[in-house]
């Protein structure tokens, strides 16, 4: 019997254990899994929409937690790990308890950066009663038992984290301002056109954004005995609550402190094994192959199943990720991908773009040598779907080019009638769903979206194939069957 260790049961480490079972079906690992969670495997994704009121927290669940019984996995959570025994293989909890490992998983994914902003921590290093994180479904209860005392609150990042906890609390009658202190939002992602509109959409779903500032003291002493932030500028803002959504950093120090090799995360290979000891691995968000280290939960999952793969003697090799980010808020439809901010006039390159800032949309796709290598689309382009499957597959653009961004212009290549969407177009990213899988799904008697989900795990990742998903069992349901 070999036995496999995890560290960390969020959505890389509960997906690893899925893929090791279903490729373990003589059940020659024995599995334990320890998180430093006391809640179940949830969709980190979705904690914006548990924010808004939209979802409740049985509603994310990934895992169920008999599940865990069933494919005789042991679970254990609340459990945290203090340190990796490389000698004896074998990791220490903070109780004191010793457990043995084969091979050791690392999913510790990553922890909320806090800025050394006056008054965020107490003297105790603490944070302080009125300021939170937003990273976990802890983060997010905690913030929703404050809601009836909260007025004003103050989001401090203005990247994908920061608004979905802002649009979520806006959404629940809270005054929200947003203080980022670059040029834009989601800088990383969009262009400055691209971060203006998304600014003026926010602004009119009830979210204030403040850009090119700098909180510098949280403190007491407000109007009417409240609290607030003080900026680099002398702005006063009120805040009843301060949430930090500053980004976030890997959490690496079991490993360092166990003396493997780590950059910016633990560095691995293409069998996400460290480069140091052959007995442990690393995926998600703690994981660093190639130098780069990917935060969303697509890569993690294309991780664990190469991992996953690579313990049971198969042949599967990472190779990097496409990524697409989707920034997940109410009434925000948002994709972007690849390169985006680029010298428009460069000769190498096409850049198709259409804005309608009054109407929430912005539109812009970046074409080099006939092929998509970057886009931006707000505002639920119905391209969208076209967009994303040119730039996963690296295929070539159609010769129209308005096909991308106009819906209904001819030669429109991967936008087609859902019917006749072929079976090997990928429909869910973040699982790899093809159509075929999921007309196989129909085929054997899924008649929702719901039943299609729980076959496939097509929409358990981002959420953002739902209507493409349920756009193919409408094709199928009106498909003549032949006699």
Known sequence: MTRVVVVGHGMAGARFVQELRARDLSRRFEVTVLGAEQEAAYNRVLLSSVLAGSLTPAEIETVPSAWYAAEDVELRTGVEVAAIDRRHRRVLTTAGEHVPYDHLVLATGSRPWVPPIDGLVGDDGE?????????????????????????????????????????????????????????????????????????????????????????????????????????????????????VACGVRPNTGLAAAARLEVGRAIVVDDTMTSVTDPAIHAIGECAQYDGQVYGLVAPAWEQAAVLADALTGGSARYGGSAVVTRLKAADVDLAAMGETDVDEFADDLEVLRFADPARGTYQKVVIRDDRVTGAIMLGGPETVGTVTQLFDRAAPVPADRRALIFPGVVDAGAALDPADVPDDHTVCRCNGVTAGRIRAACEAGADTVTDVAATTRATTGCGGCRSDVAALLASRSTVEVPA
């Not at 929703?144 to 979905?164: K, N, Q």
């Open 127 to 243: 944070l302080d009663r009125d300021v939170v994180v937003f990273r976990t479904l802890g983060d997010c209860r905690t913030m929703l038992s404050r809601l009836d005392r909260v007025r004003y609150a103050v989001v401090l990042g203005g990247g994908l984290l920061g608004l979905e906890a802002a649009r979520g609390l806006a959404g629940r009658g809270v005054d929200v301002e947003v203080v980022h202190p670059a040029d834009r939002l989601m800088e990383r992602q969009l262009d400055l056109d691209a971060g203006r509109v998304l600014a003026r959409t926010l602004r009119e779903l009830g979210v204030r954004v403040r850009l090119n500032a700098q909180a510098v003291r949280f403190t007491d002493g407000w109007g009417g005995g409240g609290r607030g932030l003080r900026l680099d500028d002398g702005t006063r803002l009120p805040a009843d609550l301060v949430v």
